[in-house]
């Protein structure tokens, strides 16, 4: 259980405030101090250095630790969280894990040496809630939210988000519809469960498939079982897929959507300006790197109040990728 201020000022018997000032080098008497430092002692409570900094002359400097940034989404979200920390007058301190559980340890271990104020992390799977509460500062969670981490959290409606592109693709005419998922991805695996249940309403089954959420294991995951499959429409769970997707369908010359409809979650500048147009979810990158450092200078100032957890919408950019699917002379109406 974390020892709060209020812990230490009644096992002192004064003030909350007295104890900020106690441990602040405020004005307060000697024998008070001592009181303070002996309650300090007994209860085993860890002052808030973050907050401290953060209220001092000397800049403060938040870590800001990604899964990957190569991947845009990550990208824009990291602009979010500085542009942000800039208008505060704050440092960003940035690191990438690689979606690598190794890495991000080393990088967490990092942090807690350079005695950042706070830290924005977009965690891995393995990633445990005991790791978070060792690191002894304030921490907001990224586009993933660990099942008992305890963090306030910025996130999106990812099966919602799921819902909202099988309803359209289905509405395009399309029935027999895969999905390719991020694998060991929270992310990944809450857009499959929205997949799944999106399709079930629908009355259809799912075709899911995962991979490493890059573009070259997308790549070798639809070379694998794509043509195998031979679906009517393909959905992917990022950017990066979307990018494989395409790839894939010029290599094995598929005409999208005549042969392939594809849809996806993240617009990427080119995903409009390619022929034809990438139907996607627009996802508020920005807005969550901004929401993030926000709910982390809350945590700064106010250490014990309540948790916070924030879940943004995505936005369905329809385009010429999932027109809808013309019959053949041959093939009859439904």
Known sequence: MTVSIKDVARAAGV???TVSRALGKGPVSAEV???VEA??????????????????????TVGLVLADIRNPFFTRLSFGV?????????RVFLCNTDEDPAREAMHLEMMAGERVSGLILAPTRELRPEALRR?????????RDPEGAGCDAVTLDNEGAMRTLVDHV????RQRIAGLFGANS???????????????????????????????????????????????????????FLEAAVRFCHDRGLVIPRDLAVAGVDDDPWTGIVNPGLTVLRQPAETMGREALT???????????????LVLESELVPRDSTAPRLLSRDEPAA
């Open 295 to 309: 709910l982390l200078l809350a945590r700064l100032e106010m250490p014990d109040r309540p948790r916070r957890k």
């Open 170 to 173: 289905v509405a395009s005419g």
């Open 186 to 240: 929270f992310t990944g695996e809450a857009r499959a469960r929205g997949f799944v249940a999106a399709l079930a309403r629908h009355g259809l089954a799912a075709l899911v498939h995962r991979a490493p959420p890059n573009a070259v294991a997308g790549y070798a995951a639809l070379a694998d079982w794509l043509e195998a499959e031979r679906p009517e429409a393909l959905i992917v769970s990022n950017g990066l």
């Open 82 to 90: 500085e542009d942000a920390a800039y208008r505060a007058g704050l």
């Open 15 to 17: 003030a909350p405030s």
């Open 135 to 143: 690191l002894q500062m304030p921490v907001v969670l990224v586009d």
């Open 39 to 60: 309650a300090v002692r007994a209860t085993g409570y860890q002052p808030n250095l973050s907050a401290r900094r953060l209220r001092s002359q000397v800049p403060a």
């Open 33 to 35: 101090r001592a009181q």
